[in-house]
């Protein structure tokens, strides 16, 4: 491993979890890496003492594997949230609750060092255009399956922003006219569907109805009803968490067939806990995606999980730095 040369700090801020990373500023593996619990109860004060010392800790990792920590140059930061381009301000992260936060500032005065700040899921694809599922790709979409649903757009290698950085909001179309409630203000979003935790939401609905189901059995208390309960039950072939993944394809599927319509790209990245149903998940989606878009966008658009959907997000954030501050352009 080549201990010389320049480092970058990462650090992927999600809705439930955070990790941090310490990559060489060529690119590669990280040499440390870690995660903890984001309390997003704590507002951005909170969250931001949580991923420095997160980062802290990646660095002593780092050190303790022969990096020079005084050739760390800065840190780039992935938020799950709209961030104004250039300002490193937060416009929105319903999910965190934040409006207007100066995050790159409050995390540049605490680590000390140069910041600069993106969307987590636009980070995320571009982590997996550099060096994941998406190599190569000359259009692709990324859509991060977590607590919400990001999205990222890159195009020839570059992230499309749109004019108020706030392109690539995928898990905020509407696809129930109707629908239940988002985090957002809309209703009917993709987000509150086919999330993790909408997900786990019509699971409770599909339990509280009275369905019969083997998720009963695997938890004590219906809060304990995740994403990850419905998969695993799924996997073990229970008729509801079967159907509730079939469902989650369809509303997956119905909104990627829009964008394969409206873009289309040659690249889809499905990432995120979610996707970790594998093709319980993928087959239905890529079969709606068929039904519903033109042939001949279908046709040329590959819809694959993620490579490295741990590493995605702080590899997208170290890309994003090396771009903005060591080359200077975006
Ligand atoms: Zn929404």
């Known amino acids: 491993m080549v201990k010389s040369g320049r480092w970058i700090l990462a650090l992927d801020v999600g809705g439930t979890n955070m990790s941090g990373a310490l990559f060489p500023d060529s690119g590669g593996d990280p040499v440390a890496l870690s995660t903890r619990k984001t309390p997003g ?8 003492e949580a991923g420095a010392e997160l980062l802290d800790e990646v660095r002593r990792q780092g050190a303790e594997k022969g990096v020079d920590v005084k050739r760390i140059v800065g840190v780039g930061i992935g938020v799950p949230g709209t961030v104004e381009p250039g300002r490193g301000i937060v416009s929105l992260a319903p999910n965190l609750g934040w409006k207007g936060v100066p995050i790159r500032d409050l995390f540049q005065d605490r680590v000390g060092l140069p910041v600069v700040v993106d969307n987590d899921a636009n980070c995320a694809a571009l982590g997996e255009w550099w060096v994941g599922a998406g190599r190569g790709s ?15 757009i890159v195009k020839e290698g570059r992230v499309v922003r749109g004019v108020a950085g706030a392109a690539g909001e995928i898990g905020h179309m509407t696809i129930e006219m109707d629908g239940h409630p988002c985090q957002c203000g809309n209703h009917g ?33 219906e809060e304990e009803i995740t994403a990850a309960v419905v998969t695993r039950a799924a996997q073990e072939g229970d008729p509801v968490g079967l159907r509730i993944l079939q469902e989650t394809a369809r509303y997956l599927g119905a909104g990627l067939a829009g964008l394969v319509n409206a873009l289309n790209p040659d690249r889809i990245v499905l990432a995120g806990g979610v996707v970790k ?39 997208g954030a170290a890309l994003t730095f090396r771009r903005e501050v060591l080359e200077g352009r975006r």
Do not use: H, K, N, Q
């Open 41 to 48: 109860s704590e507002g951005p004060a909170g969250v931001v």
């Open 138 to 152: 000359r259009l692709m979409i990324a859509a991060t399956l977590g607590t919400g649903i990001g999205g990222g």
């Open 189 to 221: 979003c993709l987000e509150a569907y086919a999330s993790g935790t909408g997900i786990a939401r019509r699971a409770r609905e599909a339990l509280r109805g009275g369905a019969e189901s083997t998720m009963t059995g695997m938890v004590e208390t």
């Open 277 to 315: 149903a594998g093709s319980l998940l993928l087959d239905p989606v890529r079969e709606e995606v068929r039904r519903r878009a033109f042939p001949a966008s279908a046709e040329a658009c590959v819809i694959a999980a993620a490579r490295d959907p741990e590493l995605a997000g702080v590899r």
